[in-house]
């Protein structure tokens, strides 16, 4: 990675504060303070179940369920880890390093998957490995009786979920090795380092911070999981909280195991920070774009099957099944209830991302305005929300909006028109849903915001006070039309994760609000895979337009 050092004008723009100083309270300040402690909220709500525990409930989860539940979890992760982080690095450095037949569509086909939720490739999957699905029916109609391994199964969990997150750390491995440069291997080889000890003594350690945080965000992603786990019917915890919540009907019970899968996530994410902290590194050459070493037949071949073997099973076979399937149940299925569903999907989505472009430009734009370290620590609690799974936002934003209701209910006397006291106002709103997808994604909105933020220079700020402008007016007559392209990101990439998100939905919708995701998950909790396609495809679709949008920018 560049060691950039800071620039004069940055340096001259850095104030200088005391040991005892506070920095001036603000509006900005205040704003950035309040989206962090609307945050911090859930996550403190969470922990405080222990203060109050359910001895019997606990009792019986901590005799029956936690020890299957930290077991399953361990190998899933376990797993993941492994094939995300095989699959992801041999890929990207086949297509950033390697001149192949192919390469050049590989490079941003392989991104593709994306595009599709790992609860959609697991029920394809599934019908297609099954032992009565079309493949297994083949092979034993060409070889005879076949005992093949069973797709239902914690190999089958880890498959899947490796196909569905490889691309986390293909794309930032890539663009690892991208800056690299050919200069490396080149310098290895005149120490007398073959391409392959090359890869391994050189290549791969200079990127082993960008594998590990791509690797990192696929394992939060995979502790996350709802629907590909409840698909396999493989118990981790975000099942185990949902029917804590809706079979026990304990909301502690849900806190406090929602709290021992956060602290899962915090320890995942201090490992990766402390793992790549005291590490250095500096960018070696020019761009691996410039000059790629050119395979020889046989291994172009291995290369070319290797990438299309990984496409074909993460993205192009389950899109041909979605789509035959889809085909056989329009006849049957397509009625008013599928125009609903995708109406409330498409109104939740917009709203969130709607939302989340708006806090997360603020978050952005305060510490432009007001730089402290108030305001930094402000950003990095305000974007933890992404590390938290969506079963633990949804126990942890339900319990304060519930009592919230009551305290409104009690204080203004509400009821009903015909006089009956109200018992929601806030709880089972659409309100809930909005405020935990917010929290939730609010770090994918402000990524591309920030970004675009920084690249613009100090100068033209400078330029347009003299002219007059205030705060309010430089936002908004000369940041964002600069900013068009970073809010377009933050509200396309925010708006298809709310598209595919599954477990807020389910446990926070109000009550007959069923989106395309709920759907799905309602479809393949029966097996019925047919009906599950129709939802599945009009999800895929929406996620392939950010999908195609990241490619083209990462060969830009």
Known sequence: MPNISPTAESQSRTPSVGVLAFPRLTGWHLAAAAVALVVLIPLAVTFAAWLRPQAEIMGHLAEFVLPELLLNTFWLLLGVGVGVGVLGVSLAWLTAMCD???????????????????????????????????????????????????????????????????????????????????????AAQTLGLNRWRGFFKVALPMARPWIAAGVALALMETLADFGTVSTFNYDTFTTGIYKAWFSLFSLPAASQLASILIVFVLLLVLAEQRQRAPIKYIAVGRSGDQRRMRLTRAQGALA???????????????????????????ATDLDARYWSFLGHSLWLSSLGAVTVAAVALLLAYAARQRPSALVRGAQRIATLGYAIPGAVLAVGVFIPVAWLDEQLIALFSLTTSTGVPLTAVLKGSLFVVVLAYAIRFLAVGFAPLDAGLQRITRSTDDAARVLGCTPTTLLWRVHLPILRPSVFAALALSFVDMMKEMPITLMTRPFGWDTLATRVFEMTSEGQWQPAALPSVAIVVAGLFPVIYLATRGEK
């Open 304 to 330: 070319w099957s290797l990438c299309f073997v990984v496409l074909l099973a993460a993205f192009i076979a389950p899109m041909v099944q979605l789509l035959l399937w889809a085909k056989a149940a329009i």
């Open 100 to 186: 192949f037949p192919g390469r050049a569509i590989f490079s941003w086909a392989l991104l593709l998957p994306l595009a599709v939720p790992a609860y959609v490739l697991a029920f394809v999957l599934i019908g297609l490995l099954d032992f009565s699905g079309p493949i297994q029916t083949a092979l034993r109609g060409v070889f005879g009786p076949l005992a093949l391994p069973p797709i239902r199964s914690r190999g089958g969990v880890i498959l899947v979920m490796s196909l569905a997150l490889y691309p986390y750390v293909y794309l930032i491995a890539r663009n690892a090795f991208q800056s690299q440069g050919r200069a490396a291997m080149e």
